[in-house]
């Protein structure tokens, strides 16, 4: 049995499924057009996924395309692909072939199908600026949904010839130079971050190469900094795990062994999206990291809860000040910000991250080993600047410690008791709520 719910915008298929363990989980699934959720629903109902499809010569490409996704995208590809072509064919496919029928498809359909796409309106994206037309990135992917669905619709003799074989596929062109990163750029990025989490991350990124999402999955546990390792430069660290924000059907469809944590969504709840700490499912990494620094981590440790008004349960290397996980979004959010005041737009991180191993001129070693060779100092964090929210936080903080440590503490042993019951227990919260609202 499954039920079909709407939320904002988006339809969830909502249902129950007995794991590897024996335990019954009840699942989400989202989709962003009502059909999709209705044929999910009776693929559920019917106890499984039929590859046969159901599609004719008057079948619209536009339900052979959803048929396609659904049922046959579902099982090769992943989910996050899966949900990125779903939102191709929505957002844009849809817009071109209309009502068109399969039996409609010509030898030219693919040079007009793409012509028109060219000059689609592009639907932005959460907090970007949107292009006037579609970006080129997204016309190739267009294009290979086409190209491969089209190819079921050969086998099954519904069309002669594929035409998208026939067609170049959109090459990516630059609209403008860039620029590219050189030792000058890198020091003085350096000497313009004054947040101490962004200046700790570029130099660890840096150092060892390390993503940005590997880079938020870091924990002390994995940072190996002793005497003896700074002494010989052999110091290093092991990245097994991950930070990133992920779609919630894709959570549901992971091993929940590699799931470390599950972050709670504060403020805006409404989401499709998690935030989560988990496992790689690839072998542990380790990587070097160079001695100065190694010493500005060592630094970085022993005054990181300063800068904290919460505890850090995971040990994580980088967080917010309230002790929560500092994402991709935070970091670019800084990144971005920094970079501005600097003067160093269109500077990327991707490319920063890839410039740190490439071969530094006439050195013979990379450009990391060349920059960090030649510091004529030890690195030292920035001279951090705290937001007057964050400073009456961390005055609160200290003020908070300093009476606790006079002040003998109170046993609320059965208040947190019955606190806890109630988060456990819906039951008894309404149970208590509905007693409450009786005696007003």
């Known amino acids: 049995m499954a039920i079909i719910t709407k939320r904002r915008k988006a339809y969830s298929v909502v249902y129950q499924k007995v794991d590897e363990n024996g335990v019954t989980k009840q699942i989400w699934e989202t989709y962003y057009d009502y059909s999709s959720a209705l044929v999910r629903k009776r693929e559920i109902e019917n106890e499984g996924i039929h590859i046969k499809m159901n599609i004719k010569p008057n079948t619209t490409i536009l339900n052979f395309l959803v048929q396609y996704a659904t049922k046959i995208g579902r099982n090769q590809w992943s989910s996050s692909r899966y ?68 190819d079921y619709l050969v086998s099954e003799q519904l069309i002669e010839n594929n035409p998208f074989h026939e067609q170049v596929a959109p090459k990516y062109h630059k609209n403008k130079p860039y620029k590219e990163w050189n030792l000058e750029f890198v ?23 390390l993503d940005i999402r590997e ?42 062994q590699r799931i470390i944590k599950q972050f709670e969504c504060a403020g805006f709840t409404q989401t499709n999206t998690s935030l989560i700490l988990f496992y790689k499912d690839v072998p542990q990494k380790t990587v070097h990291i160079h001695k100065q620094v190694a010493l500005l981590l060592r630094i970085w440790k022993e005054r990181q809860k300063e800068f904290m008004v919460e505890e850090n349960p995971y040990a994580l290397l980088i967080t917010l ?52 060779a030649t510091l004529k100092h030890e690195l030292s964090l920035p001279k951090p600047k705290i937001s007057t929210t964050h400073v009456i936080q ?35 919260k309404m149970k208590l709520i509905a007693k409450l609202k009786a005696e007003l």
């Not at 890839?354 to 990391?368: I, L, P, R, T």
Request: hydrophobic fraction near 35%.
């Open 83 to 150: 949900e990125s072509n779903m939102g191709v064919i929505n957002n844009y496919i849809s817009q071109v072939v209309g009502s068109k029928k399969i039996k409609d498809i010509k030898p030219n359909f693919a040079i007009k199908t793409m012509n028109q796409l060219e000059k689609t309106p592009a639907i932005g994206k959460r907090n970007q600026i949107k292009t006037e037309y579609i970006p080129n990135s997204m016309l190739r992917s267009c294009y290979m949904l086409l190209k491969t669905s089209f």
């Open 321 to 372: 000040i309230n002790g929560k996980p500092c994402d991709d979004r935070n970091m670019t959010k800084l990144y971005h910000k920094t970079c501005a005041e600097a003067n160093l737009k269109e500077l990327t991180l991707t490319k920063f991250k890839s410039f740190s191993k490439k071969e530094s001129q006439n050195q013979g070693m990379s450009n990391a080993d060349y920059f960090y």
């Open 187 to 209: 020091q003085h990025l350096f000497e313009s971050v004054d947040d101490m989490r962004l200046f700790i991350f570029l130099h660890i990124m840096f150092s060892t190469g």
């Open 394 to 428: 961390l005055n609160q903080k200290s003020i908070n410690s300093k009476i606790q440590a006079v002040l003998p503490q109170q046993k609320n042993e059965d208040m947190n008791l019955l606190i806890q019951q109630i988060k456990d227990n819906p039951e008894l």
């Open 215 to 256: 880079i938020g999955g870091l924990s002390w546990h994995d940072i190996h900094i002793s005497d003896e390792l700074i002494a010989q430069d052999q110091c290093y660290l092991c990245s097994n795990k991950i930070l990133d924000r992920l779609n919630k059907n894709t959570v549901q469809m992971m091993n929940p």
